[in-house]
């Protein structure tokens, strides 16, 4: 074997063994039902692939359409720990479901591949190919629970609304194909400088579509308003996946291919992303006010939290790019804690997860390992020192400040504060008496250890990188070997 295929299959390891597991699992599930065997050997698929992406590597182009470098072993690093999260909170969760089990993982391990082939990416096709790898499996893990007619409604949205964005996307890289000649990301950048005017009209019509298409992904405004429906409908685990690796590795991949140039040579789109981020703040967080639907609440942050990692992409520069996988690994971790902390105390049996405020009412006094980890969750969503969150907000405002960018700078920081009254009242409501009765809920069991561990990993994680920012910060530099 040769130098450069040894090369490429050790870089292409990842991608080699999420594809291996899929198909390991199909012919498993085809021929004997074991819940736990399958949730293990699905565990085990996203460790080795965690791990693989340890070893130090070069950067390696495995075709014209995918190259495996160290930002793109990141991001894999981190949908492969998010997998590992998700498959211990759905192993509870999907335990007590009355029907088939197994495909769950399957769809998880499809939907994992598809993201990180979006780490990955450097074409237009394969770019379009990872997302809707994610997206078809997403299909399926937002529907899972169909006798839920939430979840059968959230499916549908999804798929019906996702399939437009799609489009959108397609005939977005078209415009850009027809006034560039080019799909692969670097040289789009480099003909974006060389066009007449003319051309340069059809590139800016093309860029804007591609944005919309983006939006949709990230739930910007004014294309959000499928989010807090779908992640209302969705299973719990199924909502926490979607919203922090869904959305993470769309801004990973935006990362790759989004050069300054870009945006510097279309000042109106410059203006109107500008527009987007701040208003996705604004109606994130008021939107949030309003809720007294816990997933609702998480939902319209998320749609904030991706206004503020939008401002980053807008100012550009060293720290831009740094805060950019700061602010995806931050926010991966305080998603998956709150949307697990949904899990632990929901299930598929009845019409709706635990997701009403008073459900939570007293929870510090039934459940008090679970407030201890929700709570400071909630506070790292707001930005509050010593957790991930405040890190996350700090790198933004660092790429605003850098860049001189105080009209972006002041919408963060107004936007926190405002975030801050909801997420309050979410802890809050956890320590008050509830009607009915305090006493202590939960027994000892596979199921609820599991889900427990999910959330101590969460934890550690969350005060581990507020606390202790040093080893992500340099895993940053020298993903993106900046100067020290």
Not at 19 to 36: P, W
Not at 271 to 276: N, T, W
Not at 316 to 335: F, H, I, N, S
Not at 381 to 389: D, I, N, R
Request: charged share 10%; proline share 4%; hydrophobic share 55%.
């Amino acid at each position: 074997m040769s130098l450069q295929w040894q090369a490429a299959i050790q870089s292409g390891a990842p991608l080699l063994l999420m594809a291996a597991g899929i198909v390991l699992l199909m012919l498993l599930i085809a021929s004997a039902r074991n819940h736990r065997a399958i949730a293990q050997l699905t565990t085990l698929g996203f460790l080795l692939t965690f791990g693989v992406c340890l070893i130090p590597q070069g950067s390696v182009e495995l075709t014209p359409l995918l190259v495996v470098d160290d930002t793109a072993r990141f991001a894999i690093a981190l949908v492969a720990a998010a997998g590992v999260i998700t498959v211990l909170l759905l192993y509870g969760y999907v335990e007590a479901y009355d029907g088939v089990r197994e495909e769950m993982y399957l769809l998880l391990l499809i939907a994992a591949l598809g993201a990180m082939v979006l780490a990955c990416a450097q074409h237009a096709a394969s770019l379009l190919l990872g997302l809707e790898t994610l997206s078809v499996a997403l299909f399926g893990m937002i529907a899972y629970t169909h006798k839920r007619k939430r979840s059968l409604e959230a499916g549908i949205k999804y798929l019906v609304l996702s399939a437009a964005a799609s489009a959108t996307l397609l005939f977005g890289f078209a415009l850009l194909y027809a006034a560039c000649g080019a799909l692969q990301f670097d040289a789009i950048g480099a003909a974006l400088e060389t066009l007449t005017p003319d051309e340069r009209a059809i590139a800016w019509a093309g860029l804007a579509l591609i944005w919309a298409g983006f939006g949709f992904k990230l739930s910007l405004v004014p294309f959000h308003l499928w989010t807090a429906d779908v992640y209302e409908g969705a299973p719990a685990p199924v909502s926490g996946f979607l919203a922090a690796v869904s959305k993470g590795l769309v801004a990973v991949v935006l990362l790759r291919w989004l050069s300054p140039v870009a945006l510097t040579q279309t000042p109106v789109l410059h203006l109107a992303l500008g527009g987007v981020a701040v208003l996705s703040i604004v109606v994130g967080n008021l939107g949030a006010l309003q809720q007294n639907n816990v997933k609702r609440v998480l939902a319209y942050s998320s749609i904030a939290h991706t206004g503020y990692l939008l401002v980053p992409f807008l100012v550009g520069g060293v720290v831009a790019r740094e805060a950019v996988l700061v602010y995806v690994t931050c926010y991966t971790v305080m998603t998956l804690g709150c949307f697990g902390a949904v899990t632990i105390l929901s299930g598929p049996a009845g019409e709706r997860d635990a997701d009403h405020l008073y459900d939570y009412r007293g929870l510090f006094w039934r459940r008090p390992l679970v407030t201890s980890v929700f709570a400071p969750m909630l506070l790292a969503q707001a930005g509050l020192p010593l957790t991930a969150g405040f890190l996350a907000k700090l790198y933004v405002l660092a790429a605003a400040v850098e860049r001189h960018a105080w009209w972006l700078a002041l919408a963060v920081v107004a936007g926190s504060a405002v975030g801050l009254y909801y997420y309050l009242r979410l802890i809050v409501v956890q320590f008050l008496p509830k009607p009915g009765g305090m006493r202590r809920e939960g027994v000892l069991s596979e199921t609820s250890v599991t889900a427990g561990i999910a959330l101590l990993l969460l934890f550690v994680a969350l005060i581990g990188l507020g606390v202790q920012p040093q080893p992500l910060l340099a895993g940053v530099t020298e993903v993106l070997r900046l100067p020290p």
